[in-house]
């Protein structure tokens, strides 16, 4: 494998409405973010991938671009992010973009005058097609953010266009090469502009199974998932090679991709040599407990199931390529919420699936408060549908109601499976609305903020956040570096129930054990320990055949 800049990176991802409000109106801002460059650097970030900050009208917080060349005044200025990136290129940090071309906003200029003039040439930008009320549209599939992906064109009783997410999201039609060339051409404009690179949203819908047809209905409104047509949907990689050698090869920028639905075969080509991106992410456990949001049976996740996932989703890119490790993002509940169970939740907890994740092979991708253990809301912290934001909580509750839930129920569902958990406020401190604002946040500060903040645990060496920057500074280690950068990846234990290990094996033999359980447990080793290098317990006990192991202890071993 040819050695990319970007391999032994760290990343930190950055959902600016909610990090850091500089201005005082209760929405983090660009400021907010340069004001803390110096702690990225503390804690050892190389890559700041920023959720958007273009122009828009935040029907879909942001996701919704109305102008690719602008930033929107929410967040500051232009001149705002030209700082941002020269200061944190001072830092050896480069900030990435988020790369959204799927679809823009409605209130784009492209979408406005392909309202104008749907027959012209940026109607053929869109998904446009005549309609005539009572008769059925070209396909049954049903919106991620709930209902009919097609909505009437303003102003023509006779035309809709296609929306895959929010209906304010009209889809980018990427057949038509006109478009491609426009999208091209502002990509490298950024790029020029002194980014390291982009985070690629959606990227897997820009082909669609064309001609527009029906799939069986998989609910009661009489509508397909999405992921229905992706499954038949093929040829995505015309659209994605050009794209990688108009833009990023270019400039040997660091781009990753949210990527859904790719079939084996397809790996080399997404993330290979000359892949169309560095690296994508790796989702493998992020569907494990998908049911309990359309089936509203509570599950949690077992440690073999999130064992299991993330062993056979690394051990079939070996060789090929790099994935992108998260256990949380914007889209996703807070992870310590999501797999350790409700009962054994505990800092102590929180380190071990800490460690497990970030010593895998690939590049670790830390979301804002992750560092610091951010856990979801409780149902207890919320009595309406109305103290939360996202557009797609309504299909979640409607959908809930419509099965026979009471409210309170249904919103109970919501609770745990919304997106807001994930973009309530950094808890910077136990001081009000967590440090982040002198005005009220845009969304609720979540109320464990006196217990769970980053002042806090600044002061306490055995805190979540120093065990961060432990497992940081042993990934940049110059005497481990290159093992857990490019060392082979070999599951072990894995017929052991809560067991969770892996070896690492490069210049040196480095293997990671963890109890995810809280029994405790005692070990036969294949080799004898040489160097206990992390451990989140203050006294490991071992012999030359044998380690113990309590409740969610997670030790780091050279051997």
């Not at 920023?50 to 671009?65: N, R, T, V």
């Not at 930008?125 to 549209?137: A, L, M, R, T, V």
């Not at 304010?168 to 051409?185: S, V």
């Not at 099965?403 to 249904?410: C, Q, R, T, V, Y």
Request: charged share 30%; net charge negative.
């Amino acid at each position: 494998m040819e050695r990319k800049w970007w391999h032994n990176k760290i990343a930190y991802q950055i959902y600016p409405k909610s990090f850091m409000d500089s201005n005082g109106d209760g929405i983090g801002d660009i400021k907010g973010i340069i004001s803390k460059l110096d702690y990225f650097k503390e804690l050892g970030i190389d890559i700041l991938w920023l959720s958007p900050i273009y122009k828009s009208p935040l029907a879909d917080q942001g996701y919704d671009i109305s102008d690719y060349y602008d930033i929107d005044p929410r967040f500051g200025t232009m001149e705002d992010l030209d700082e941002l990136i020269a200061k944190g290129k001072e830092l050896g940090i480069g900030i990435v973009m988020d790369l959204v071309v799927n679809h823009c906003s409605d209130e784009h200029e492209w979408f406005k005058k392909a309202c104008e003039d749907p027959d012209g040439p940026y109607g053929k930008f869109f998904y446009i097609e005549d309609h005539k009320e009572g008769q059925p549209f070209p396909c049954n599939w049903r919106s991620y953010f709930g209902g009919s992906c097609w909505e009437k064109l303003p102003g023509h009783d006779d035309k809709i266009y296609l929306h895959v997410f929010h209906k304010k999201q009209p889809d980018l039609n990427w057949e038509n090469p006109l478009l491609r060339k426009e999208i091209y051409k502002m990509i490298n404009w950024w790029l020029d502009k002194g980014i390291a690179g982009f985070r690629i949203d959606a990227i897997i819908n820009i082909k669609k199974k064309l001609p527009f047809s029906d799939y069986p209905a998989d609910r009661d409104d009489g509508l397909s998932s999405m992921d229905n047509m992706l499954k038949e949907a093929v040829g995505i990689g015309e659209f994605l090679g050009e794209m990688a050698r108009e833009t990023f090869r270019k400039y040997d920028a660091f781009s990753v991709g949210e990527v859904f639905n790719e079939k084996d075969s397809e790996l080399p080509l997404f993330i290979g040599e000359n892949g169309y991106f560095s690296s994508m992410f790796d989702f493998s456990t992020t569907h494990l407990d998908e049911e309990s949001k359309t089936r509203y049976e509570e599950k949690e996740i077992t440690a073999n199931e999130y064992r299991d996932a993330i062993f056979a989703n690394h051990k079939r890119i070996e060789g090929i390529g790099y994935l992108s490790n998260i256990i949380e993002n914007h889209d996703e509940p807070r992870g310590v919420s999501r797999y350790i169970k409700t009962s054994d939740l505990s800092e102590h907890s929180k380190k071990a699936l800490a460690g497990i994740y970030f010593l895998l092979p690939g590049i670790p991708f830390i979301y804002q408060g992750q560092e610091i253990g951010m856990e979801n809301l409780k149902t207890s912290d919320i009595d309406s549908t109305d103290k939360l934001d996202d557009c797609a909580n309504a299909d979640i509750y409607n959908t809930a109601i419509n099965a026979g839930l009471s409210e309170k129920d249904a919103l109970n569902v919501l609770i745990k499976h919304s997106r807001d958990n994930a973009r309530t406020p950094f808890q910077w401190s136990s001081e009000a609305h967590a440090g982040f604002s002198t005005a009220n946040p845009w969304l609720l500060v979540n109320p464990n903020y006196k217990k769970i903040n980053l002042e806090a645990q600044k002061k306490d060496d055995d805190s979540v956040f120093n065990f961060y920057k432990e497992l940081i500074a042993l990934r940049k280690d110059p005497e481990y570096t290159d093992t857990f950068v490019y060392g082979k990846f070999t599951p072990m234990y894995t017929d052991m129930d809560n067991l969770i290990c892996y070896k690492r094996t490069g210049n040196k033999t480095i293997i990671i054990y963890t109890n995810y359980q809280a029994k405790e447990i005692d070990i036969k080793l294949e080799s004898p320990i040489k160097t206990i290098l992390l451990s989140n317990s203050k006294e490991v006990r071992f012999n030359e055949k044998e380690l113990h192991l309590n409740g969610y202890d997670l030790v780091v071993a050279e051997v």
